[in-house]
T-cell receptor, first 113, second 114 residues
Framework: SQQGEEDPQALSIQEGENATMNCSYK?????LQWYRQNSGRGLVHLIL?????REKHSGRLRVTLDTSKKSSSLLITASRAADTASYFC?????????????FGSGTRLLVRP | DAEITQSPRHKITETGRQVTLACHQT?????MFWYRQDLGHGLRLIHY???????NKGEVSDGYSVSRSNTEDLPLTLESAASSQTSVYFC?????????????FGPGTRLTVL
């Protein structure tokens, strides 16, 4: 059962452009996280935003959260070829009386040099 | 630097064999997790542990088991490997239980069951 769903599934942009990825989820959350996965590697945590926060920044990353729409977006500004990766949102969902991290199926980002 | 390692990185086995995938972390985290990653499904939680001697089932635990005898290691065992268990397996650890904190992932093990 997937709590978060990313959109689009794939995105191709030119280096220097901004990349926006969206995540929608189904049930109420305490926090939402974004992870990056380079090809053949494990996931790397990017940013965590809590349900009482609306926006968070980390370097070239900007994450927004709209709990009324049950959605979040990840914006990467001034993209670089090294940003080519898959990006996953993860939300906390209650499973068997405790909360677990549930991942979406990801957005594949290709940044063309 | 603290890290989380997995071994082997690649494994090919036959249907019916028992397979154990190793996960070792030097973060000194109490909380460890096993996920599998398949195309179109993202990551799905198999088992998790919140401390020594503690193990819990996740979303897709059938056919898998874990044991936690120390803080650093959480081996994942496939009791009788099936072709449906061909996947990439990731181990993760966290300083925070549940879903409230950052999870640190290993590099993954690609398992093929023939």
């Amino acid at each position: 059962s997937q709590q978060g769903e990313e959109d689009p599934q794939a995105l191709s942009i030119q280096e220097g452009e901004n990349a926006t990825m969206n995540c929608s989820y189904k049930t109420s959350i305490n926090n939402l996280q974004w992870y990056r996965q380079n090809s053949g590697r494990g996931l790397v945590h990017l940013i965590l935003i809590r349900s009482n926060e609306r926006e968070k920044h980390s370097g070239r990353l900007r994450v927004t959260l709209d709990t009324s729409k049950k959605s979040s977006s990840l914006l990467i500004t001034a993209s670089r070829a090294a940003d080519t990766a898959s990006y996953f949102c993860a939300t906390d969902a209650k499973m068997d009386s405790s909360y677990k991290l549930i991942f979406g199926s990801g957005t594949r980002l290709l940044v063309r040099p | 630097d603290a890290e989380i390692t997995q071994s082997p990185r690649h494994k090919i086995t036959e249907t019916g064999r028992q397979v154990t995938l190793a996960c070792h972390q030097t973060w000194n985290h109490n909380n460890m997790f096993w996920y599998r990653q398949d195309l179109g499904h993202g990551l799905r939680l198999i088992h998790y542990s919140y401390g020594v001697q503690d193990t819990n089932k996740g979303e897709v635990s059938d056919g898998y088991s874990v044991s936690r005898s120390n803080t650093e290691d959480l081996p994942l065992t496939l009791e009788s490997a099936a072709s449906s268990q061909t996947s990439v397996y990731f181990c993760a650890s966290s300083a925070v239980a549940g879903a409230q904190g950052t999870q640190y992932f290993g590099p993954g093990t690609r398992l093929t069951v023939l």
